[in-house]
């Protein structure tokens, strides 16, 4: 219930009408048939669907028009139903009252204020997600049961067609127009402020682009405030700082949506304590921005062929370094599948099973090492709660697993290849130091099958935590 809950937005509890429209766009119709298909005999005759459209700084079209669109992918769902579901939308009273609470009582006041309301109004709620693909907008809604929390059904991402964006504006007059709006809705939050991270929106990952952001919100939070303060007798220069918000005190941060190779949107949130303020959803063009940014903002700069070759020249093209790494051991260039749970008898049943990387590399640092499979099985081989951290000397030569540290019961780590067959990407990647924020993007993939849609934010988290260097190698995994 409490993921479920999470998922709702701000939303009106007022029954939409089942009013006479046009035949809904082709998007609408193949929302409301997967939706159909598996809600029919899930929901009870006369049950109550309450809408909860994206919130404004998580979608890149007017919360209206979602909303909207939302309303006739249900009513295509329930057209034919003897007695068909009421639709219930978000009501502007109720969101102003529900954002004030927020905003002087926390996030956990108005998580219950909100639960306590839709509970009373309904038993379902419909949560719609946009995304883009291909430079074009597409809308998921995930039809979940209140009571419980049970997901009744899940639509794939359709493609909004038809639908236009803003116009893009120039980054540094969209920024310096946004921060002043920010300071008359909080004048407080001039005098200090920290300028958090700008990450891309997929990857979580702050990029150079991220960075080029940051320092344009600063400059004009520090132009913007230093002009009102010159005019006050006595007042301090404006302070900003950057680095992670502070619990106490005004912070702004930013997350970058990649859109298409001429425009992308920055998200920008004002909070005072952790507590949200203010958002701000700017349209903004690449073209007066440097080339190197404008590669990092476009989300056409990565392959769209999710196959493991391109994914092994993909990651041995990140960094300026030189990596160069060796697949070992095994038995006609293939490694067998271990069947042994006994560690002690990897080297005899298993010795061909066994996976040796042999690195060196130009450049020092820290080791991110990884696997993929063919059918989009991922893993981090390092770090590990074994080797939390593992170093690569420039120029000095590293066989994994070989030279990692001995197991706490004396034992030496072993690799071997424990199926199930496939071919297999096994890659490293050399950081000056490993980014956490790295890491705690990767968890989300860890262990999972990936499916092309993660393969592509998989790839792009990695060439966006910007390693020094960086290679790959396929190996073969057989019966």
Known sequence: MGRARRLLGLGLLVLLPWLPHEAPAQAETQLGAELCSAARAAIPAGSRIVLAPPAAADTPLPVAEVEA?????????????????????????????????????GPEAWRKTFDATVRQAAEFVLVGETGLSGGAVTLRLTLVALEDGQVIVKTPDIPLTGLALPAAGDPRA?????????????????????????A?????????????????VVEAWLDSANSITAMLRDAAPAQVHRGDPPEAGFALTGTVRLIDRDRFQLVLRLTQDGVLHAARTLDLSTLQLPP??????????????????????????????????????????????????????????????????????????????????????????????????????????????DDLPLLADGNQVHWPAMGPP???????????????????????????ALDARDLSALRMTLRDSAPAAAAAVQVRIID
Not at 79 to 91: H, K, Q, T, V
Request: charged share 25%; glycine share 8%; proline share 6%.
């Open 422 to 448: 496939s071919d297999t990407l096994v890659g490293c990647l050399v950081y000056p130091r490993l980014p956490g924020t790295l890491m705690q993007a990767l968890d989300r993939f860890d262990g999972k």
């Open 292 to 401: 190197q940014l404008r590669e990092l903002l476009d989300p056409a700069a990565l392959p769209r062929d999710d196959s493991l070759s391109s994914f092994t020249s993909a990651l041995s093209a990140m960094g300026k370094g030189t990596l160069r790494m060796v697949a070992g051991g095994g038995r006609d260039g293939a490694y067998p599948i271990c069947r042994t749970s006994d560690a002690r008898r990897l080297m005899t049943d298993c010795r061909d099973s066994l996976i040796r990387l042999s690195l060196t590399s130009d450049i020092g640092g820290e080791l991110l090492c990884l696997s993929l499979d063919d059918s989009g099985l991922f893993y981090v081989m390092l770090p590990s709660p074994y080797a939390p951290a593992t170093r690569l000397r420039a120029n000095l030569p590293l066989t994994l697993p």
């Open 174 to 198: 969209a920024i310096a127009d946004a921060v002043r709006q920010f300071q008359d809705t909080l004048p407080a939050a001039r005098e200090d402020i920290t300028v958090g991270r700008f």
């Open 200 to 216: 891309n929106e997929v990857t979580g990952l702050e990029t150079a682009a991220g960075r080029a952001l940051a320092e344009m």
């Open 69 to 105: 669109i939302m309303s006739r992918a249900a009513q295509a769902m329930c057209a034919d139903w003897p007695d068909r579901p009421r639709i219930l939308a978000g009501s502007s009273e109720l969101q102003a009252s529900l954002a004030l609470i927020r905003d002087r009582q």
